[in-house]
């Protein structure tokens, strides 16, 4: 049928249910295409009609089920044309010849990701601009060949076992390189020098491998990067502060390493304005919470415009005559209401601080409150100590707050009821005293959150609040006016001095016996006497 279409070059038939015939007819004549899109078409194998395709300019065989190895004759397909080609998400294992660098000359985008690859990582040639090879099983050393990719606008090697020391070029061999993600490997050793020349750097991600020593002071040069994460690594550092002067930067995580030392102060009212996340849990920070990065951190207190929209490179490739929008959308993994989060699209309006699992201390500032969008907190696993500010209660987005495990004293603010988006709520594990708020959210709340606190009562457990009005029966001891007695004590004081020991009772008992002997000998003891004393003169005179 598409033999008779003399004219037909681009075939797009993704997201369909087509069956190929395994071998093509040796008399059937095949049309020639620049375009072939079979994504999500149900494939278990290569089309064998691809073998005759010596034009195609572009291939997406994306989200079938293709299993074993990339045929050999696939390398020979279009070799002079092929500009974009996409396997990703299948189960292929690896490549029948493998090549030092792809023998594709005019490469441009290449998709691997989501496969089964095993062995090195392959190489593209120095035209590609875009190579994605994550969630696949890589290991070894990269190839120092990764350096002569000077055209590469996004290198995503995430998820794999590579392994090895980061080539000294990373970060620097591309002008145009704004996407480099390395996360979720083997590699160790220092990170490189980025950013020594002009860079375009967005988004860098090295967390979850092995990396140590020093953060690179270069990196304060990336005067364009927004989404910095180096968490779960070995990095033995102080914060870098200086890192406050890059103008976009959304995103830092440093969480579970070595970072030591006082936060400080910011040098100027203009540092890390734009940071919307900040995630650094599992150190060993010490002193006063930042006071002075509260004020500065704008983009958390003021509400954004209502549009729904992913924090993401985005860009335009021109590719072989066309222009292909890409956008890379940035994932991280945070602890979120108690649980560990992977988000693999962030909402550009998520703001969260989590600074929890470190050695801070002192109060927590009435400042963060003017953090008005803030989604996520965390301080918990402190030495915290001080009342919780009420000023908390004006965070209206809050969905998360976790301040247990630290040494918190006073009463839970009743202002904290107004957070009717509040999800997930934890103070267990403080010194808190005096009734748990009631209404709205706080009704949801289960007893682990507040279990720890010896002084807290209410409905959420155990330990009920008890009633205001005295249980004391009215006094039968009243003057010649009705009041009452002057030792008319509170049965409450009673039933609270029994409750902190025997001995106190005791005392409160005995000083009400005596002030009441005392009282009754005032009162009736001068009435009784003087009747005596009238009797007595009655007999004298009889």
Not at 143 to 158: E, M, Q, R, T, V
Not at 274 to 287: A, E, P, Q, T, V
Request: net charge neutral; glycine share 8%.
């Amino acid at each position: 049928m598409f033999a008779k279409l003399k004219n037909l070059t681009k075939l797009h038939l993704s997201l369909n249910y087509i069956t190929f015939l395994s071998k093509t007819s040796p008399n059937t004549t095949v049309q020639k295409f620049k375009h072939i899109g079979l994504a999500s078409c149900n494939l278990s194998e290569f089309p064998d009609f691809l073998r005759e395709q010596d034009e195609l300019e572009f291939v997406d065989l994306a989200y079938n089920h293709i299993h074993g190895l990339v045929p050999k004759w696939m390398w020979n397909t279009s070799k002079e044309n092929l500009g974009f080609v996409n396997f990703s998400h299948n189960f292929l294992t690896g490549f029948d010849q493998m090549h030092d660098v792809f023998p594709w000359p005019r490469l441009g985008i290449l998709d691997l990701k989501s496969n089964l690859l095993q062995g090195p990582l392959p190489i593209p040639p120095p035209s590609t601009f875009i190579y994605l090879v994550s969630n696949n099983m890589l290991s070894g050393k990269v190839s120092s060949l990764i350096c002569s990719l000077n055209s590469l606008y996004a290198l995503d090697l995430s998820h794999n076992h590579l392994s090895g020391t980061l080539p000294p070029c990373l970060g620097n061999f591309s002008s145009f390189l704004s996407i480099l993600n390395l996360r979720s490997n083997n590699f160790h050793g220092m990170i490189p020098q980025v950013c020594t020349k002009e860079s375009s750097l967005k988004m860098l991600d090295l967390s979850e491998n092995q990396l140590e020593g020093w953060l690179p002071r270069s990196l304060a040069n990336c005067a364009k990067l927004e989404f910095l994460i180096l968490g779960n690594n070995r990095l033995h550092d102080v914060f870098p502060y200086w890192l406050g002067k890059l103008p976009e930067l959304k995103v830092l995580i440093l969480r579970s390493n070595r970072f030591h030392g006082d936060m400080g102060s910011p040098a100027t009212n203009f540092e890390f304005q734009k940071l919307r996340i900040l995630d650094l849990s599992y150190n060993n920070f010490r002193g006063k919470l930042p006071l002075g990065y509260f004020k500065n951190w704008i983009a958390m207190k003021n509400v954004p415009e209502e549009h729904l929209t992913y924090m993401q490179a985005i860009a335009t490739i021109y590719l072989l005559g066309f222009a292909l929008n890409e956008n890379y959308d940035y994932s991280m993994t945070i602890t979120n209401k108690g649980v560990k989060t992977v988000y693999a699209k962030i909402l550009d309006f998520f703001t969260a601080i989590d600074l929890s699992c470190n050695k801070f201390d002192g109060e927590i500032p009435e400042v963060i409150g003017n953090l008005k969008v803030l989604h996520l907190l965390n301080l918990s696993n402190n030495f915290l100590t001080d009342r919780i500010p009420s000023s908390l209660g004006d965070l209206h987005q809050l969905e998360s707050l976790d301040l247990s495990q630290n040494k918190l004293s006073g009463e839970i603010p009743q202002q904290l009821t107004e957070l009717i988006f509040l999800e997930f709520f934890n103070v267990s594990y403080n010194n808190l005293t005096g009734p748990i708020p009631q209404g709205k959210q706080f009704n949801t709340f289960q007893m682990s959150s507040f279990e720890g606190n010896l002084g807290l009562c209410g409905d959420q457990i155990t330990r009920k609040c008890g009633h205001s009005k005295s249980l004391a029966p009215p006094s039968i001891f009243e003057d010649d006016h009705g009041s009452e007695s002057p030792f008319d004590f509170n049965w409450k004081a009673i039933l609270l001095g029994y409750g902190c020991g025997l001995i106190i009772g005791g005392i409160i008992g005995h000083i009400m016996t005596t002030r009441k002997h005392d009282w009754f000998m005032k009162n009736f003891g001068n009435r009784q006497h003087q009747r005596e004393r009238s009797a007595k003169r009655r007999g004298s005179r009889n």
